[in-house]
């Protein structure tokens, strides 16, 4: 089956603690990106990768860490530096950056 | 300004009729227009995507694009319950998805 799996799908997180969600694609999608769901609210984004080893900051890139060093995986790193890290945190893949995205199911961040 | 509005609803429509949901978007040169369902606590899935003026039928759902006016909207005809959810509007913006903060739809049976 191809798809985006994200993993966990329920994290939680004491003050202070850095936490790494993962992001894994089979779809052989050159582009991935990271939004933040806050209740009530849209999708804001937080990095975005068009190509392996490459990435760039979204609107909210503060307090977040990323890498890209294979095609399929894509982790976030919600550092300590994140003042306000619990929300829903969704995955997303395309073609390309221009394509349409495609999502995985998410993963629920609380703070304790 | 913000880029992708949306009016946020809810949006109550009776099983059977017809739901019209709305966006508008701040960038001119935009290209790529796309609408998006999303369940209570569940991710969001594509419904429709739409690139040229017109028109876009796809079953129950037609997306509708006016570049001049800046304006996107879904209709869903024939209205079930589960199409109650979120629906989402996102526009391609300088080679990044920008996302209104969504419309709820409810549909009573």
């Known amino acids: 089956d191809g798809g985006i799996t994200q993993s966990p799908k329920y994290l939680f997180r004491k003050e202070g603690q850095n936490v790494t969600l993962s992001c894994e694609q089979n779809l052989n999608h050159d582009a991935m990106y990271w939004y933040r769901q806050d209740p009530g609210q849209g999708l804001r984004l937080i990095y975005y990768s068009q190509i392996v080893n490459d990435f760039q900051k979204g609107d909210i890139a503060e307090g977040y860490s990323v890498s890209r060093e294979k095609k399929e995986s894509f982790p976030l790193t919600v550092t300590s530096a994140q003042k306000n890290p619990t929300a829903f945190y969704l995955c997303?893949?395309?073609?390309?950056?221009?394509?349409?995205?495609?999502f995985g199911p998410g993963t629920r961040l609380t703070v304790l | 300004q913000k880029e992708v509005e949306q009016n946020s609803g809810p949006l109550s429509v009776p099983e059977g009729a017809i739901a019209s949901l709305n966006c508008t978007y701040s960038d001119r040169v935009s290209q790529s227009f796309f609408w998006y369902r999303q369940y209570s606590g569940k991710s969001p899935e594509l419904i429709m995507s739409i690139y040229s003026n017109g028109d876009k039928e796809d079953g129950r759902f037609t997306a509708q694009l006016n570049k001049a006016s800046q304006y996107v909207s879904l209709l869903i005809r024939d209205s079930q319950p589960s199409d109650s959810a979120t629906y989402l509007c996102a526009v391609n913006i300088r080679y990044k998805l920008v996302f209104g903060a969504g419309t709820i739809l409810r549909v009573k049976s």
């Open positions: 997303a893949s395309s073609i390309t950056g221009v394509d349409t995205q495609y």
